[in-house]
């Protein structure tokens, strides 16, 4: 008699550890601009994502009111798809410490992925130096450095604050009276957020602060032709916030009998409004180099 494979317990698993594992993507989807392909898509294939560049002056004392708009676009971000496939014992399966340990630690590798893909467009090239905005070590960074930061988006329409995690540590409570990093409007900011890993943006880079349209992120679902989809044991869309998704899939090879599993999606991102943008750097990198996704 063959065995059943718990789908639904596979889906609880890649949710919960998925909001874990993909905070940071969550976070920078929740902040920056983020559309969803309305139909799956393939590797190079575009994402539109709208976003608003303008809009018409306001009117004094109007006797027409329906004068003017607001200017939007559909900017195209490159699709890139990113799958984890990994094997899964029957004793795994029957286990669901043993199962969620392997997702878990799958989920990491790939969101780690995630971020390279997403902070990529963080380049001088796009933003500017950071020199212009903060750049300094985590031993010398403190609370009030905050200002500095603040300062140099004042023109922003938002400021979302990203910060690599020895200098967010700094900005942790200490009593039941303090600012938590996490609360809207903390510090001034819209969001702070914390990124410990910048291996796709710009060499030195600890830290981003944007407007909306700074970023765009675009996100779906791997195509699949339907036959080979109809062969797999199961195959579902797990989401998480956002209008992020997690696709999984599994199946039994016949090959070598064992069972497999895949996590995929496909994200692309690329610089929005450059304007609405600054780096934050550690205050030891030379500037001029990209770090390697």
């Known amino acids: 008699m063959a065995n059943t494979f718990p789908s639904t317990l596979v889906s609880e698993i890649v949710h919960s550890t998925g909001l874990t594992s993909l905070g940071t993507v969550i976070g920078a989807v929740n902040s920056f601009a983020h559309d969803v392909a309305p139909d799956p898509v393939s590797p190079g294939s575009v994402i539109k994502v709208g976003i608003t560049t303008g809009g018409s002056a306001a009117v004094e004392n109007p006797t027409n009111y329906e004068t003017g708009d607001s200017t939007k676009e559909q900017r195209n971000v490159t ?3 990113i799958n984890k496939s990994f094997h899964v014992t029957q004793a795994q399966l029957n286990k ?3 199962l969620q340990s392997l ?8 969101a780690n992925k995630c971020r390279d893909i997403v902070f990529a467009p963080i380049t001088e090239a796009n933003f500017g130096n950071a020199e212009d905005t903060l750049d300094k070590t985590a031993a010398a960074f403190v609370p009030a450095d905050l200002q500095t930061i603040w300062a140099a988006g004042k023109n922003f329409p938002e400021r979302h604050l990203l910060l690599d995690g020895a200098y967010y540590a700094k900005l942790l409570p200490t009593d039941a009276n303090s600012f938590r990093p996490g609360m809207p409007g903390a510090y001034g900011f819209d969001s702070i957020g914390m990124n410990n890993r910048w291996d796709g943006a710009q060499s030195g880079t600890i830290g981003f602060l944007g407007g909306r349209d700074a970023l765009l992120i675009g996100s779906g679902e791997p195509v699949m032709d339907s036959a080979l989809e109809n062969a797999l044991d199961s195959y579902e869309e797990v989401p998480l916030d956002g209008g992020l ?3 999984v899939a599994s199946w039994a090879s ?3 009998r064992h069972r497999w599993m895949s996590l995929g999606l496909m994200l692309g991102a690329d610089a929005g409004d450059t304007t609405a ?5 550690d205050g030891v990198t030379d500037p001029g180099s990209v770090g390697e996704p």
């Open 96 to 98: 669901g410490h043993s």
């Open 254 to 256: 016949l090959a070598t």
């Open 245 to 247: 998704a997690i696709y």
């Open 277 to 281: 943008g600054k780096i934050i750097g």
């Open 79 to 81: 699709a890139i798809e």
């Open 103 to 110: 997702i878990a630690k799958n989920m990491q590798i790939m």
